[in-house]
């Protein structure tokens, strides 16, 4: 696919088959995450791609009990939120029968005579939008999660992550039940200022949801 199609078709895809994901194809999804750019190249990113039955499980478990009840709660005032928030509940509920979960995870390592902890978000937020493309090109569907962060303690016992690893996202990973599609986003004409600054355009919610 040409890349510009690939991006603007790139739902969040919420929606996801359990049917395995091939490991050839997993490998190069992510090898396409490790090109991704980094503060000085250092690459503070690893990939924890978990695709044990029993380890997924638990983790679907953990996160369906720590967000179902408060995504269900959540406002819905309009279409956008009303399809976002029944398709977070609805992978939420799903997230154990999904084939692929990837964790990005990031050590503070850089600069290497001062170490901040922003470098770890700017080395993993390009390689997970590497990663999410790259599925895309090969109509896996995926989606940037960071609910993760509500059942930590729980998945950082299952997989064993070290105390000094940040875990920056998971992308659920699998093939897709619904149509990829057109995104609604800002239009260059909203966003982009030519030379000078010109006024203050944006506004929240987008004008176009
Ligand atoms: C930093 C970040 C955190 C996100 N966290 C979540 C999340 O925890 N759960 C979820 O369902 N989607 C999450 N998303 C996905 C966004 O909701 C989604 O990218 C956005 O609504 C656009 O969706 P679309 O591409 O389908 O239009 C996150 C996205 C980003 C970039």
């Known amino acids: 696919m040409d890349v510009f199609d690939v991006m603007s078709s790139c ?10 994901i091939e490991p050839n194809l997993i490998e190069e999804i992510v090898t396409a995450a490790t090109w991704a750019p980094s503060p000085g190249n250092s690459q503070g990113r690893d990939f924890l ?6 380890s997924r499980r638990k983790i679907g478990d953990a996160i369906e009990e720590a967000m179902a ?11 956008t939120h009303r399809l976002m928030l029944d398709g977070t509940e609805h992978l939420v509920s799903t997230l154990k029968n999904c084939p692929v979960l990837i964790f990005i995870c990031g050590k503070k390592i850089y ?26 090109a090969l109509g896996i569907g995926t989606v ?5 962060g509500s059942a930590e303690p729980t998945i950082r016992e299952i997989l ?16 897709p039940a619904r149509k990829f599609g057109p ?20 506004t929240y919610p987008p004008s176009n949801t």
């Open 160 to 175: 064993s992550i070290p105390d000094d690893v940040f875990i920056g996202c998971m992308i659920p990973m699998g093939w």
């Open 11 to 20: 739902r969040a895809m919420r929606y996801l088959k359990p049917d395995p």
């Open 144 to 148: 940037f999660t960071t609910f993760q």
């Open 111 to 136: 600069p290497h005579q001062a170490p901040r902890e922003s470098f770890i978000w700017s080395s993993i937020y390009p390689a997970a939008q590497n990663l999410i493309l790259a599925a895309r």
């Open 183 to 202: 995104l609604k986003r800002e239009p260059y004409s909203r966003v982009a200022h030519l030379n000078k600054w010109q006024g203050d355009l944006r």
């Open 49 to 54: 791609i978990v695709t044990d039955e029993a």
């Open 69 to 79: 009840s408060r995504v269900a709660e959540m406002e819905r005032p309009d279409r």
